[in-house]
């Protein structure tokens, strides 16, 4: 049974909401909201339906985060954006917002922030007062996990928020430089969770930490499974066991398993898509070979096919960013993309085909579907 | 009270004024000052640590102010603007 979706489309230049008829087949775009800002993530809180947050900037100004409380009708910004304390030892001050991350069911009003530079930040009143989360933002190795050099080209980044749907207090952080890391405190304390995930860009290219975690996702029906899409491919994690095992390693050669997200599927345990992306030489970062498309394992990741009908056969070069694709949990799911040429594709046959359903926006940094209403 | 140029980037918070008053001896002191009649606006402008942003410029008079830290004495006006940024 398929419902009206609504895609919250954050971009380079402004956000846009994207909704469709309850057969997912028409699409009616509205915007654009805060034309100009840098919008990195636009997210809805599922435990009310009508909180939304953005994480905004522009060229010229600070970040702040954009509130609405009424399904986005209405708009304000945070009383109090994250922000390092006043004299932070390390010098630090928040360049943007990156992921926000609704809290655990139990915990309404919660909300999570990730930083570049990297750092966490908590809001107990939806989103308006922000409070940094001295556990990860103060701990003595903060230098080591975050170096101040390391990262993407728009800063080093805490680029993911996670948390057990099972357990507020467990947690996990994807992050550019300190790979994945795990709480089972709330954010008192911390410790990395790498073994066998590989940094091909450090002299000791398993070490304890250093990996770039570029998308992590619990299996919906088993937050114990774990999949990763790193820089440095595919893997997946079943706790409790510590130890990755690269599921990428059976993607066909000739595509590789560099990306930017893994998207789980919302009812089997055993399926996920990958966007792949060409890692080689300069990492290019586009579509391998010109020719879009998507990989789906149905198996745990032994076994990866190829879903592309629909896109173009060739020359199309998309990039898509690590919070631009996503799905949604209608039967039959619902795949969305985003890409850098501003153009979103859906799939309505779990990737079995794909049809551009919006083009001309601005570069698109991310993409979230949530059930329209 | 001294005068100050708000720039476009800003006026959302001035209910589209480009010109407004505030009283201060400090650039820091004006922003803080803007910032109790505009809420937010100072962090846009300046960081948490209170340096000026990157693609902020602020004017006393015609000197450019590097930090908040500088005095407003005798000047009339504070400029606001936004540098060279985007694309």
Partial sequence: ?373 | MIRVSIPSQLIAYTDGATRVEAEGATVAAILDDLDRRYPGLKFRVVDEQDRIRRHMRIFVGDTEAKHVDVPLSNAAELLIFGALSGG
């Fill in chain 1, 1 to 373: 049974m398929t419902h009206a979706i609504q895609l919250l489309v954050g971009t380079r230049k402004g956000a846009w909401i994207h909704t469709s008829d309850a057969g997912r087949g028409r699409w009616s775009l509205e915007g654009p909201l805060f034309l100009g800002q840098i919008i990195n993530h636009f997210v809805r809180d599922p435990r009310d339906g009508r909180t939304m947050l953005m994480a905004a900037s522009t060229g010229h100004l600070g970040p702040t985060i954009l509130r609405s409380t009424d399904g986005g009708k209405t708009w304000a910004e945070a009383s109090r954006p994250p922000a390092f304390p006043k004299g932070d030892p390390h010098g630090r001050a928040v360049d943007h917002s990156f992921w926000l991350e609704p809290g655990h069911a139990d915990e309404p009003g919660v909300w999570w922030a990730g930083t570049s530079p990297p750092a966490l930040f908590r809001s107990a009143d939806g989103g308006d007062i922000w409070e940094g989360v001295a556990g990860l933002n103060e701990h003595p190795q903060v230098l080591d996990w975050f170096p101040p050099e390391a990262g993407t080209p728009d800063g080093a980044i805490l680029n993911q928020v996670v948390v057990d749907p099972r357990d507020a207090r467990h947690m996990y952080l994807a992050t550019c430089s300190a790979g994945v890391l795990e709480t089972t405190d709330q954010g008192a304390t911390w410790r990395p969770l790498n073994q066998n995930v590989r940094c091909d860009f450090l002299p000791d290219p398993y070490p304890e930490f250093g990996q770039d975690s570029h998308f992590i996702a619990l299996a919906p029906t088993d937050p114990d499974r774990i999949w990763q899409q790193n820089h440095c491919g595919i893997y997946r994690l079943d706790r409790p066991g510590e130890r990755w095992e690269r599921i990428g390693e059976a993607m066909p050669r000739d595509i590789g398993d560099i990306g930017f997200t893994i998207i789980p599927h919302a009812r089997d345990r055993e399926t996920a898509w990958v966007w792949p992306m060409d890692g080689t030489e300069v990492w290019p970062r586009v579509s391998p070979g010109g020719r879009p498309a998507a990989y789906r394992t149905r198996d745990g990741g032994a076994s990866w096919t190829r879903q592309d009908r629909g896109f173009p056969a060739e020359q199309g070069w998309f990039t898509v960013k690590r919070q631009a694709f996503c799905g949604d949990a209608a039967d039959p799911i619902g795949l969305y993309l985003g890409t850098t040429g501003g153009e979103i594709w859906m799939s309505g046959d779990e990737g079995e085909s794909w049809r551009q359903i919006a083009a001309h926006l601005p570069e698109i940094y991310s993409v979230t579907a949530v059930p329209a209403g």
